[in-house]
């Protein structure tokens, strides 16, 4: 038994009592609201609330993310209502996230850290292996915990304030909350070993060259290309979804043949989906859009 994955919870729960108020004359678009701890919101939008917008809500720490907060973050994915089919992440204030609160930095032994360490992996787990596909929204700071949050989504939109770098080098400290597995994929291990050991600050144009974010919008807009991107996705087959969350990751990990059988696999799951044949055949009766050019 990993004990790390719920240490701390027992006094920490009351952070995410979430109550989901259900107007009776939801309009498309419209936003349901929810409430939640102090420190995250979450609203439900659209005709049938099927995007979840999580919010960030420690602006006068810069989003920092205290032990609290991260197992709301856990807390929030493990139990999105039945409704949402993508969901989208961002912080309130000028920043997205300015990483682990180092307040609650303490001198930890070995097991300890380790427990720490493991209760990151096992929240910022629930976003990555969750339910839904989950975009960041990303503006202003994206720096050491909240890059290794941003890089646990699954799409990151940077408006142009955003920056992105991993100060824990010269904190004297390591990241610890899954950044050196995830932060690699995006960039590779030659320019994140960069980042922390000189402290390079990626801007939003730079960061989206080299692969911390696929979207770079104007300032203010990260949230509304956030919402257009999950609104499309949550219109997708819940299998090719969930298809691309949880077995894209782990064919590309695998050896090429193992990987060509597990994709035989899958693929034969979605393609046989009563949902998927209606898609099919709808694109044949022409009744379905075609693909366009941008
Ligand atoms: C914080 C934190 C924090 C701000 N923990 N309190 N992360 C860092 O090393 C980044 C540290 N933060 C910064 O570099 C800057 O705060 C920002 C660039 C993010 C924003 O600057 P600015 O000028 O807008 O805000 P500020 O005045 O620096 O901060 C406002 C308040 O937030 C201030 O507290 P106050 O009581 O004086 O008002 C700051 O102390 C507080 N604050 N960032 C605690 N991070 C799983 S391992 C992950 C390891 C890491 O993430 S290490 C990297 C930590």
Redesign the pocket.
Known sequence: MDMGLTIGSHDLHWLLFITIIIPSNLSENATMSTTSSADLSLRLHGEHSEVAVITLQRA???N??SDGLILAIRDTFQNLPASVRAAVIDGEG??F?????????QERDASEGIF??RM?HQALDCVEKGRVPVIAALH??V??????LASACHIRVADDST?F????G??G???????SVRIPKLIGAARMTDMMLTGRVYNAADGERIGLAQYLVPGGTALDKALELATRIATNAPMTNYALMHALPRIAEQPGDHGFFTEALISSIAQAAPEAKARVRAFLEGKAAKVKKD
């Open positions: 006068k720490k810069r920092a993310l000028e920043h996230c300015a990483g682990l609160d180092l307040s609650e930095l720490h360490s990151w202003g700071a720096v050491g915990g909240g890059l290794e920056f770098a991993l100060p824990e010269t904190r400290i390591f990241v610890g909350g899954g950044g």
